[in-house]
């Protein structure tokens, strides 16, 4: 049976597609837009419906979202929908942003929105593709009490929502995330190339790591990506180094040094400019480079 809320959901990409089908699958009546239309069109077999304009995802003529979803590409980007969008929205309706932004631009769209009687929250979310298709993302939601009791019923489709603030603090909460998972794919890699380059069978040696404090997620599945050298993208290393970028510019504005994130940002950045859509388990590769003639495994490098 559909349910009455009526969702209009902007973003249709690699996250935003199985997120916006579990809501679909869940019984949500979704109007969905994405700047490809041919992204936002192949939704329409599973029941959505589909927009020419982003506006017209939240006003249809007849009717208006009650939530509208935002999953884009960056702040700048949902900064520009945003402002095509708000003229269309309802009174007492209430904007999601699920994108990774600056914290800054949380605080502001939160703003805009409250000058207009919309309730907004920002609520990143962690686990990647997988994730998203199984409905176990971790979802970190910045909003007053009232806005997180009116949505959770919603993000409990897509996984599972921590409310972790005011507005803005969702962001936060997520590059708090980033921060640990960029640097821990990095050890991650320089661990098992080290075991290569020592003479231990890496493949083993991340074995005898997942028994021991070492064990993560991140070991678990980027290490076996690296040991695959499948870096087809889950996370996208231009997506990771616009992450590390917005640590920084909070570091600094809470005026904190953080060294590890600066060493952790240039070899991104470094990465960017040559695997931009690889998976961010491509740190290897960088590693490599830095260290040439050592090469982790055999198997032929997976690369989008």
């Given at each position: ?205 991340r074995q ?24 087809m993208p ?46 961010h388990s ?23």
């Amino acid at each position: 049976m559909t349910k009455k809320i009526r969702i209009g959901f902007l973003g249709i990409g690699l996250m935003g597609r199985p997120m916006a089908i579990r809501l679909l699958e869940a019984g949500y009546a979704l109007t969905v837009w994405n700047r490809t239309s041919s992204k936002a069109d192949a939704l329409r077999q599973y029941g959505a419906l589909t927009a020419d304009r982003p506006e017209d995802a939240v006003n249809a003529g007849d009717w208006f979202a009650d939530v509208l979803i935002t999953m884009l590409d960056s702040g700048p980007v949902v900064e520009d929908v945003m402002r095509q969008v708000m003229p269309y929205l309802k009174a007492g309706s209430i904007v999601i942003d699920m994108s990774s932004t600056r914290q800054s631009e949380a605080k502001a769209l939160n703003e805009a929105l409250l000058s207009k009687g919309i309730a907004f929250a920002d609520a990143p979310v962690s686990g990647g593709v997988i994730g998203a298709q199984a409905g176990t993302l971790a979802i970190m939601v910045g909003a007053t009490p009232d806005t997180y009791a009116r949505i959770e019923e919603i993000l409990k489709v897509l996984g599972h929502p921590t409310h972790v603030g005011a507005p803005g603090c969702g962001q936060l909460a997520k590059l708090c995330n980033q921060l640990i998972v960029g640097g821990t794919i990095n050890i991650v890699a320089e661990a098992l190339l080290l075991a290569q380059a020592g003479g231990a069978d890496p493949v083993a040696v991340r074995q005898a790591l997942r028994g021991g404090f070492a064990e993560s997620r991140i070991l678990e599945v980027h290490g076996q990506r690296m040991l695959d050298r499948s870096f087809m993208p889950g996370g996208q290393v231009k997506t990771q180094t616009k992450d590390m970028e917005n640590i920084q510019r909070a570091a600094s504005d809470a005026g904190l040094n953080l060294p590890l994130t600066s060493l952790v940002t240039d070899i991104y950045r470094n990465l960017s400019t040559r695997y931009p859509t690889a998976d961010h388990s491509a740190a290897l590769l960088e590693l490599e480079r830095l260290n040439a003639g050592i090469r982790l495994g055999t198997a032929q490098d997976q690369l989008p």
